[in-house]
């Protein structure tokens, strides 16, 4: 009898078939390698990918920025962040070896000599492949002032003609639908779109992945989802720190342009989506669009701003030096979203972003409806909550007999805290995953250009509105440093048809992260 091979189970397959994956002759440019971003989150993040051996065969990473510097300084800035808090040997090994495999060249962003001088760095290595065949990946740790000169320098002086070429380009993506527009106009100049990765690095978040398999591979979750069972969904982000002498760049894009129209709004399109055809990197993005195009301008009426003020020994928001004097640049956004569809017409999705907050949490919460009544008294709503960081974790809050004699319903949860489940698992970083799609020519998680559009639709009047291009600006309620965020949050959530939970002996699950 002929032997049978067991499938792996909960495999996906239109998932595992994506574009051509770099495995060797790869060469990875990071420009801006001087930079904040470059070291603090690239830098680390291809070391991650190295360490775990997800990298090409004999791999080289060349840094590419304006800064003169020498080896030793180059070498000390991209490895200053990678974190070995035990000095394991073994670690420290690897960064060393790391270091081998990277070089430095210095350059302007804005002449083609400088970038013929990255062109002949890279043609020396190259002339070791064994194979004639070459990979590129260019990363653009760039602000977005010179993203369109370095692509186009790139395109001339620096594209393979014998192999791949790709290029990864960071948010943000313009201020409003027609600079996002313009941009990405001159980026497609000179490149194509199946060249171009676009990073939210939200969309490598473990929990936002997830969101995919939460919805489409358990029918428990499938039938509850639309306007018939869920009443709100907020999905907020909270930072408990202000901003610590950046004001004059945050000044210049505010909260919304900074979190809710890219982040929080990649996570509402998974969150909302239909169920896609397969898990390939087209058919995800096209329902995103669809159900992006279904929401219409946000309307002020469904605004709130908030700006913090000083309290608790803190600064407030025009106390930073960096920050224009008499600024109303908003540090807190709610916004309502309304999605014309037949799956969610009526239901109300609350986005919350804020800073100097009183923590540090990013959660999707979803309420679901009342019970019939008639049985129950004042019993809780059922509530989702996903918890993406810190401590990743899947909440579901659900009414329980009190145990014992008393016949009575209590509210509880099924909780699905990940580093207790997971013991032994190890979540990698955002920016280590979405690196490594690109290596694969997995878009899955990247932005497509129409999803941009869109996206630039719903945001563009209220952030007209916000810069005073159509009239006078609107004032900011203030808030104190270290609180929830204006005194009018709650009864802008309640108006939506939130409510609070009932039981006042109920709270939410609390992780200590270092006891885990």
């Known amino acids: 009898m002929a032997s049978m091979t067991r499938t792996r189970s909960g495999t996906i397959p239109s998932m595992e078939t994506s574009g051509h994956g770099f495995t060797d002759n790869t060469i990875i440019v990071v420009f801006g390698a001087s930079g904040d971003l470059a070291k603090k989150k690239t830098y680390p993040a291809l070391f991650g990918l190295y360490r775990n051996g997800y990298l090409p065969k004999d791999v080289h990473i060349i840094g590419y920025a304006r800064t003169k510097m020498d080896d030793e300084e180059y070498h000390k800035r991209t490895t200053g962040y990678i974190k070995n808090p035990t000095n394991d040997p073994e670690v420290a090994a690897k960064i060393e070896e790391f270091k081998k495999l990277s070089s430095y060249v210095s350059g302007n962003y804005d002449d083609n000599p400088s970038f013929q001088n990255l062109a002949r760095h890279m043609e020396a290595i190259e002339k070791g492949y064994k194979t004639r065949g070459v990979n590129r990946l260019f990363y653009l740790a760039l602000p977005p002032s010179v993203f369109v000169p370095v692509a186009q320098h790139v395109k001339v002086c620096c594209y393979a003609t014998n192999g791949t070429n790709r290029i990864i380009v960071e948010k943000p993506f313009g201020k409003d639908l027609q600079s996002c527009r313009d941009l990405l106009s001159s980026l497609k100049q000179s490149w194509?779109?199946?060249?171009?990765?676009r990073i939210?690095?939200?969309?490598?978040?473990?929990?936002?992945?997830?969101?995919?398999?939460?919805?489409?591979?358990?029918?428990?979750?499938?039938?509850?989802?639309?306007?018939?069972?869920?009443?709100?969904?907020?999905?907020?982000?909270?930072?408990?720190?202000?901003?610590?002498?950046r004001g004059g760049y945050f000044d210049e894009f505010g909260i919304i342009r900074d979190i809710l129209q890219n982040h929080l709004l990649q996570v509402l399109s998974i969150l909302t989506m239909e169920r896609p055809v397969s898990f390939a990197s087209e058919d995800i993005r096209d329902e995103k669009v669809k159900v992006l195009r279904s929401i219409p301008p946000i309307e002020r009426k469904d605004v709130l701003l908030g700006q913090y003020v000083g309290a608790n020994g803190k600064p407030g928001y025009l106390d930073d030096d960096t920050v224009p004097k008499g600024s109303v640049c908003p540090t807190f956004a709610a916004t309502t979203l309304w999605i014309n569809n037949e799956r969610w017409e009526g239901v109300p999705f609350i986005l919350k972003a804020?800073?100097?907050?009183?923590?540090?949490?990013?959660?999707?919460?979803?309420?679901?409806?009342?019970?019939?009544?008639g049985i129950f008294k004042d019993i809780s709503r059922n509530e989702l909550v996903i918890r993406i960081q810190p401590s990743e974790a899947v909440y579901l809050k659900l009414n329980t007999k009190t145990p014992g004699y008393a016949f009575r319903a209590i509210p509880t949860e099924m909780d699905l805290t990940y580093k207790r489940r997971f013991t032994d698992t190890n979540i990698p970083e955002a920016y280590e995953a979405l690196i490594l799609d690109a290596i694969k020519g997995d878009h899955s998680n990247f932005v497509r250009d129409d999803e941009l559009d869109v996206a630039w639709k719903i945001f563009t009047p209220i952030l007209h509105w916000i810069d005073g291009r159509e009239g006078p600006r609107p004032k900011p309620s203030p808030y104190p440093y270290g609180s929830r965020g204006p005194k009018e949050l709650d009864s802008f959530i309640e108006k939506l048809g939130y409510k609070r939970g009932t039981g006042e002996d109920y709270s939410w699950p609390t992780t200590n992260v270092s006891n885990l």
């Open 192 to 197: 194509q779109e199946e060249e171009t990765y």
């Open 200 to 245: 939210d690095h939200y969309l490598g978040k473990e929990m936002v992945k997830n969101l995919l398999v939460l919805r489409f591979a358990n029918v428990a979750m499938g039938a509850a989802w639309d306007k018939h069972s869920i009443s709100s969904v907020q999905i907020s982000f909270k930072e408990p720190f202000g901003t610590e002498g």
């Open 354 to 373: 804020g800073k100097a907050l009183n923590e540090a949490k990013v959660e999707i919460r979803v309420q679901f409806k009342d019970v019939t009544s």
